[in-house]
C-alpha cells in the first residue's frame, strides 16, 4: 500500500518559511515602507484586504488560520527575517490568515503592487518569496480550515457544484453535512434554514450565502472586483484555459496591459485532466490543475489582471473610439474596453444523448474527474464514455480510486483517437475494461440518484446492465462561440473561429475577419486539440499582437 502523503507544511517548511538575510532585506526596502506595531495589534485580518506582504525588521508577527465556525490553528511566528503573505497578497485579494503582533513590532510592508515588482525586478529573491506564496497556499488547502464553509448535504448537487468551483479557482474550504455533523445541524437552528435552501454558505467576512450562484460566491469572497470602466487595456483576453494563459504571460511579461477573463475557473479543460503525462519537460507527468495553477499565477507575477469568474456575453466595437477599439459587455453589465481581443473561449462539453441525463447532471453524471470525484466513487464501479486523450486520463486516474471502470466507445479501437502510451496503460491495469463499438442506451434512477446504466454493443444488438451510481462523460467538445453570434466574426459551418490564410492570404496568423481581433486554442478552426499547441498559440499571438499595434491598430 502507498503511504499516504505528508503535508507540504512538514515536507517544504524550509522552503514554505524562509529567513530572508539583512543584505536581502535591504534589497527589499526601496519596493515598500517601514511600520511599527504594537504588542497585540492585529496587522492581518481574516477576509479584509491585506496591506501586502509583511517583511519583519524585529519583533515577532503571529500568523494562524481561523473559520467562521470559532476554529483556530497557528501556523507560523514570523521573527526577524521572516515575511507574512501568501499569494493573496500577490493578487491584492482578501487574506485567509490573521496576522498578530506577538511582541512590538518594525515590519516593512510591500504592497500587492509593488511585490509584482519584486518578483520581477529581484530574479533570485523573487523566486524564493514565489514559491514560498505558492507552497503557503498548498498548506492552507491541505488543511481545509480557512476559507468559506459549505453547509450541505454530501452528494448534493450544488454542494458539489460549489465545492467544485472553488477547487478549481484554488481557494481554501471546509464543507459540513448535516446529516451526519452535529455542528451543522446547529447552525442551520441558528440561521432558520430550510432545507430548500441548501446548500448555505458562510463567508470569512460573516456572509451567509444561501444556495448561491458561482458569481455571487466569488464576489463575497473578493475573488472578484468591479472593473474599471474607464480603463483601456491594450488586449483583453477572453478564455483563462491554456491559450488564454499563456497569452496573458507573454504579453504581461512584455509590457502590455492584459486583461483576461474567465466564465468559471482557470485551466479550462485542461484543469480538469487528473494527470497529464505529454506535455513537454514533466515526464513523470502533472495534474491539469497544478500546471494550470503555475500559469495562473505567473500571469498575476508579471501584472496581468484576471477577472474570473466573468462572463462575456458579447463584443462590440466602441462607439466613437478610434478603429480597431473594441467593448466587451458582461452579463453582470460591466463593460471592458480594449486596443485588441484575443478569443480564447474553448470548447463546452458534449451531452450524451440520452433521456433523463440532466436529471443526474451534478451529482452522478460527471464532465471531469477530480479528487473530489474520487471521492465519490471510491470502491464503486463506474462507467466513461469517450476515446480521446482526456478520457483515457481520466480513466486511469479513476483506476487507482474505484473498484473498476467500464470504459465505453463507440469506435472499433482507441488506438485511432487516443495517444498509443495512454491505450497500452489502459491495457495494463486489471481494474479498467475496454468495450468498443459500445453506447450508452439507457440511465436508471430516481430524485437525481443513479442506480443503474444500460449500455448496447452496436454490431451485436446486445444489451447490459450494470448497476453503476455514477458515470463520466468525455465525449468531445463544441466551441464557445455563442457570445460572438452579434459581431462581424467569421466561423466555420462548425462554429469554429476561422482565422489568418484561410480568410485571405495576406491576413496576420491568428487574427480573425476583424482587424484587432485574434483568437487561439481550441476554439480556433483547425487549431491542434492539445495543450502544449494551445500554449504556442498563446505565445504567438503576442508577436501577432505588437505586429498590429506597430501598423497603427
Known amino acids: 500500500m502507498t503511504p499516504p502523503e505528508r503535508p507540504v507544511l512538514e515536507t517544504r517548511y524550509a522552503q514554505m518559511f524562509p529567513i530572508l538575510s539583512p543584505a536581502e532585506i535591504d534589497r527589499l526596502r526601496r519596493f515598500g515602507e517601514v511600520r511599527r ?30 473559520n467562521v465556525l470559532g476554529r483556530t490553528e497557528p501556523i507560523v511566528t514570523h521573527e526577524r527575517g521572516g515575511f507574512m503573505g501568501e499569494l493573496a497578497q500577490l493578487s491584492g485579494r482578501p487574506s485567509l490568515v490573521d496576522a498578530v503582533a506577538v511582541k512590538p513590532a518594525e515590519i516593512l510592508v510591500i504592497p500587492s503592487r509593488s511585490l509584482r515588482d519584486v518578483l520581477v525586478a529581484e530574479a533570485e529573491l523573487g523566486e524564493r518569496i514565489m514559491r514560498a506564496l505558492i507552497l503557503r497556499r498548498v498548506g492552507l488547502l491541505e488543511a481545509a480550515l480557512s476559507g468559506p464553509v459549505i453547509v450541505g448535504h454530501a452528494g448534493s448537487a450544488d454542494v458539489l457544484r460549489l465545492a467544485e468551483f472553488l477547487r478549481r479557482n484554488g481557494h481554501p474550504q471546509h464543507a459540513l453535512d448535516p446529516d451526519v455533523d452535529s455542528c451543522a445541524k446547529t447552525l442551520l437552528d441558528r440561521f432558520e434554514v430550510t432545507a430548500d435552501q441548501l446548500p448555505i454558505v458562510l463567508c470569512p467576512n460573516g456572509s451567509l450565502l444561501r444556495n448561491p450562484g458561482e458569481g455571487e460566491l466569488a464576489r463575497c469572497l473578493g475573488l472578484v472586483r468591479p472593473i474599471d470602466p474607464a480603463q483601456t487595456y491594450d488586449v483583453a483576453i477572453v478564455g483563462a484555459g491554456p491559450a488564454g494563459l499563456a497569452a496573458a504571460v507573454y504579453g504581461a511579461s512584455e509590457g502590455l496591459s492584459v486583461i483576461g477573463l474567465d466564465c468559471r475557473a482557470f485551466g479550462g479543460q485542461a484543469g480538469a485532466s487528473a494527470r497529464i503525462e505529454n506535455y513537454l519537460g514533466f515526464p513523470t507527468g502533472i495534474t491539469g490543475m497544478a500546471l494550470m495553477a503555475r500559469a495562473f499565477n505567473q500571469a498575476e507575477k508579471f501584472g496581468a489582471e484576471l477577472a474570473i469568474p466573468d462572463e462575456v456575453v458579447r463584443l462590440d466595437r466602441a462607439a466613437g473610439s ?12 460591466e463593460t471592458v474596453a480594449a486596443r485588441a481581443v484575443v478569443i480564447a473561449s474553448g470548447a463546452k462539453y458534449l451531452r450524451l444523448d440520452v433521456a433523463s441525463l440532466r436529471e ?21 464501479e463506474v462507467a466513461l464514455v469517450g476515446a480521446g486523450n482526456s478520457a483515457g486520463q481520466a480513466a486511469v486516474y479513476l483506476a487507482s480510486q474505484v473498484a473498476k471502470v467500464w470504459l465505453l466507445a463507440r469506435r472499433a479501437s482507441l488506438g485511432a483517437t487516443m495517444s498509443s502510451y495512454l491505450v497500452e496503460r489502459l491495457a495494463s491495469l486489471p ?14 434512477g430516481r430524485a437525481g ?8 454493443h452496436v454490431p451485436s444488438g446486445s444489451e447490459t446492465r450494470r448497476a453503476i451510481r455514477h458515470l463520466f462523460l468525455f465525449i468531445g467538445a463544441e466551441p464557445n462561440t455563442r457570445w460572438l453570434s452579434a459581431s462581424d466574426v467569421a466561423l466555420d459551418d462548425k462554429g469554429f473561429v476561422r482565422t489568418g490564410a484561410e480568410l485571405q492570404r495576406d491576413r496576420r496568423p491568428l487574427e480573425t475577419s476583424v482587424d484587432g481581433v485574434f483568437a487561439i486554442g481550441d476554439v480556433r478552426a483547425g487549431s491542434i486539440k492539445r495543450v502544449a499547441a494551445a500554449v504556442g498559440e498563446g505565445a504567438q499571438v503576442v508577436a501577432t499582437l505588437h505586429a498590429f499595434f506597430a501598423s497603427g491598430g
Not at 449 to 456: H, K, N, P, S, Y
Open 37 to 66: 506595531c504594537p504588542a497585540g495589534a492585529r496587522v492581518v485580518r481574516t477576509g479584509e484586504l491585506s496591506p501586502g506582504m509583511l517583511v519583519v525588521l524585529s519583533g515577532e508577527l503571529a500568523v494562524s488560520q481561523h
Open 322 to 333: 478610434p478603429p480597431g477599439r473594441f467593448q466587451l459587455r458582461l452579463a453582470d453589465g
Open 360 to 380: 443526474f447532471e451534478g451529482t452522478c453524471v460527471h464532465y471531469w474527474a477530480s479528487p473530489l470525484e474520487g471521492k465519490l466513487c471510491a470502491g464503486q
Open 431 to 444: 481494474n479498467v475494461e475496454v468495450l468498443t463499438q459500445t453506447e450508452v442506451c439507457a440511465l436508471e
Open 449 to 456: 440518484v443513479l442506480e443503474g446504466i444500460r449500455w448496447r
